[in-house]
Nanobody, 114 residues
Framework: QVQLVESGGGLVQAGGSLRLSCAAS????????MGWFRQAPGKEREFVAS???????YYANSVKGRFTISRDNSQNTMELQMNSLKPEDTAVYYC????????WGQGTQVTVSA
């Protein structure tokens, strides 16, 4: 059974940066397309960014130019560098395959104050 563990969230002022990490156990990322998602209070979970095995990346328009997704297949980890954070980025952030194939982890809370 795959377990996904997100970390690195916190409270930051608008304009600040955070770096989120995702670690998987029970299965290697392999050739899976992996992604970050987020869910703000009262809203549906939404796509943030994804990265395929070759390193090509895709971003939601709302984070393009501010967030950078990366992966280390040898370590079975994935990261999300978030810069120029805005209050509307406040959410619980989750990692999963790009299609949400695995059970969702606990997520990591990101709170951006104005």
């Amino acid at each position: 059974q795959v377990q996904l563990v997100e970390s690195g969230g916190g409270l930051v002022q608008a304009g600040g940066s955070l770096r989120l990490s995702c670690a998987a156990s029970g299965r290697t990322f392999g050739n899976d397309a992996m992604g970050w998602f987020r869910q703000a209070p009262g809203k549906e979970r939404e796509f943030v960014a994804s990265i395929i095995w070759s390193g090509s990346t895709y971003y939601a328009n709302s984070v393009k130019g501010r967030f950078t997704i990366s992966r280390d297949n040898s370590q079975n980890t994935m990261e999300l560098q978030m810069n120029s954070l805005k209050p509307e980025d406040t959410a619980v952030y989750y990692c999963n395959t790009a299609f949400g194939s695995y059970s969702w982890g606990q997520g990591t809370q990101v709170t951006v104050s104005a």
